[in-house]
C-alpha cells in the first residue's frame, strides 16, 4: 500500500515530495504520482523513485491519502473522476488548492470522504515551508496526525480556521515570491555599484536569512528591531527613511491586498 499520492506533479507537488523524502518522512517508493503531462511525473520517478501511475484512479487505488496538486481552475473536471474510487479504496483527501474550501471540495465527492485542507509553501523545498491546516468533520487524529507530519517533515506547520486560509496563503503562499524580488533587487543595486553579482547576492541573501531568523527569535516588535540598526544621523536611518519616503510598506500591503483580492476570486 502507498503511504501518499499526488495527482498532478508540479512544482508545488515537487517541493512537498523533495521535503519529505529528503527529511525521513517518507520513502520515494511509497509514493504514487499521476500527472496528464507524462514529462513531469517521470523527472520525480528519476529523481525520487516514485511508482508513476497511469490515471488520477489509479493513484488513488491502495493509497491511504492523495494530495490533489492540479490549479484550483481544474477541480471540477479532476474531482469527479476521483470520486467514486476515494470512497471504494477508503482513500483520503488533501487539497492544496489556494481558494477551494472544505464544502467546495465536498461537493464533488461522497459524503464519507475525508478531506484536508493543506497550504504549504515552495520553501518546502528546502525545509522551510510554513504550512496551514484545517480539515472536515469526519477527519480523525491519525489522519489530521499524517497530514501535519508531512507538513512538519519541510517546514513549520500551524491549524488555522478556514476562513483564514485566504490571508494565509498570501502572506506565507505569496510572499517568497516578494522576497526573492526584495533579495535580487538589492543584489542589483550592491552590482550597480560595483560589487559582482556572485557576492552580492550572497550577501543580501544572508543579511535577509539572519533577519528573518532574528524576529523569529525575538520577543522585540520588528520595528524595536530596525531602531536597534539605526545610528543617529547614520547610514541605515538614512536608507529607512528613503524606504519610507518611496512607500515601501504600503506597496507591501498593496501587494497583499492585490494577492487576496486574487484568491477570492479564484
Given amino acids: 500500500?502507498?503511504?501518499?499520492?499526488?495527482?498532478?506533479?508540479?512544482?508545488?507537488?515537487?517541493?512537498?515530495?523533495?521535503?519529505?523524502?529528503?527529511?525521513?518522512?517518507?520513502?520515494?517508493?511509497?509514493?504514487?504520482?499521476?500527472?496528464?503531462?507524462?514529462?513531469?511525473?517521470?523527472?520525480?520517478?528519476?529523481?525520487?523513485?516514485?511508482?508513476?501511475c497511469d490515471s488520477a484512479q489509479d493513484t488513488v487505488k491502495n493509497t491511504y491519502a492523495v494530495v490533489l496538486a492540479v490549479k484550483p481552475q481544474v477541480?471540477?473536471?479532476?474531482?469527479?473522476?476521483?470520486?467514486?474510487?476515494?470512497?471504494?479504496?477508503?482513500t483520503a483527501l488533501i487539497s492544496i488548492g489556494a481558494g477551494k474550501t472544505l464544502d467546495y471540495i465536498g461537493g464533488f465527492l461522497n459524503a464519507d470522504t475525508p478531506i484536508v485542507r493543506v497550504m504549504p509553501n515552495i520553501n518546502a523545498k528546502?525545509?522551510?515551508?510554513?504550512?496551514?491546516?484545517?480539515?472536515?468533520?469526519?477527519?480523525?487524529?491519525?489522519?489530521?496526525?499524517?497530514?501535519?507530519?508531512?507538513?512538519?517533515?519541510?517546514g513549520e506547520v500551524i491549524e488555522l480556521p478556514e476562513e483564514q486560509f485566504p490571508l494565509f496563503s498570501v502572506i506565507a503562499g505569496c510572499s517568497?515570491?516578494?522576497?526573492?524580488?526584495?533579495?535580487?533587487?538589492?543584489a542589483r543595486a550592491a552590482v550597480k555599484n560595483g560589487m559582482s553579482r556572485q557576492n552580492a547576492l550572497k550577501i543580501a541573501?544572508?543579511?535577509?536569512?539572519?533577519?528573518?531568523?532574528?524576529?523569529?527569535?525575538?520577543?522585540?516588535?520588528?520595528?524595536?528591531?530596525?531602531?536597534?540598526?539605526?545610528?543617529?544621523?547614520?547610514?541605515?536611518?538614512?536608507?529607512?527613511?528613503s524606504l519610507q519616503r518611496d512607500g515601501f510598506e504600503a506597496a507591501v500591503m498593496n501587494a497583499v491586498e492585490a494577492s487576496l483580492d486574487k484568491d477570492k476570486k479564484l
Fill in 205 to 241: 541573501t544572508q543579511a535577509v536569512l539572519g533577519s528573518a531568523k532574528m524576529i523569529a527569535e525575538s520577543t522585540a516588535h520588528p520595528w524595536e528591531l530596525v531602531d536597534s540598526v539605526c545610528s543617529p544621523g547614520g547610514t541605515t536611518i538614512e536608507g529607512v527613511a
Fill in 176 to 186: 517568497p515570491a516578494f522576497s526573492f524580488m526584495y533579495i535580487d533587487s538589492m
Fill in 126 to 154: 528546502v525545509g522551510a515551508a510554513v504550512s496551514a491546516v484545517c480539515h472536515s468533520n469526519n477527519v480523525d487524529e491519525k489522519l489530521l496526525t499524517f497530514a501535519k507530519e508531512l507538513c512538519a517533515s519541510f
Fill in 1 to 52: 500500500m502507498f503511504g501518499l499520492g499526488f495527482i498532478g506533479c508540479g512544482n508545488m507537488a515537487e517541493a512537498i515530495i523533495s521535503g519529505a523524502v529528503s527529511f525521513g518522512f517518507i520513502k520515494g517508493e511509497d509514493i504514487a504520482v499521476f500527472d496528464i503531462d507524462t514529462a513531469k511525473s517521470q523527472a520525480l520517478r528519476d529523481r525520487f523513485g516514485v511508482c508513476v
Fill in 75 to 90: 477541480f471540477p473536471s479532476v474531482l469527479p473522476q476521483i470520486k467514486d474510487a476515494l470512497s471504494v479504496h477508503s
